[in-house]
């Protein structure tokens, strides 16, 4: 069983930078890959970005590569997503999610089973 809990979201200017964090409990979060997912108002969710767990692996979806960054910290069970150069159309709420199986590196959120309950970015013009 993983527990996540997502905190950092705001409003930001355009250009602008937020930290969102994600604090995991449960046994089973040193071996899980990690993941951010977002959903814009009337879109479908997005992967975002993912880290394996040994952090050796991350692996980026093409409209944030270069300005995000994801990274985790086993000693504090928590991952975190530097997001940089936002833009309004980051504009979402965003979901810290675990694939508990520590085997895929995938996109999409069905392979995913545990997920915190989101926090809202917004970016604006």
């Known amino acids: 069983q993983v527990q996540l809990v997502e905190s950092g979201g705001g409003l930001v200017q355009a250009g602008g930078s937020l930290r969102l964090s994600c604090a995991a409990s449960g046994r089973t979060f040193s071996r899980s890959v990690m993941a951010w997912f977002r959903q814009a108002p009337g879109k479908e969710r997005e992967f975002v970005v993912g880290i394996s767990w040994s952090s050796a692996y991350t692996y980026y979806g093409d409209s944030v590569k270069g300005r995000f960054t994801i990274s985790r910290d086993g000693a504090k069970n928590t991952v975190y997503l530097q997001m940089n150069s936002l833009k309004p159309e980051d504009t979402a709420v965003y979901y810290c999610?675990?694939?508990?199986?520590?085997?895929?590196?995938?996109?999409?959120?069905?392979?995913?089973?545990?997920w915190g309950q989101g926090t809202q970015v917004t970016v604006s013009s």
């Open positions: 999610a675990a694939d508990s199986s520590g085997s895929r590196y995938s996109t999409r959120d069905s392979d995913y089973d545990y």
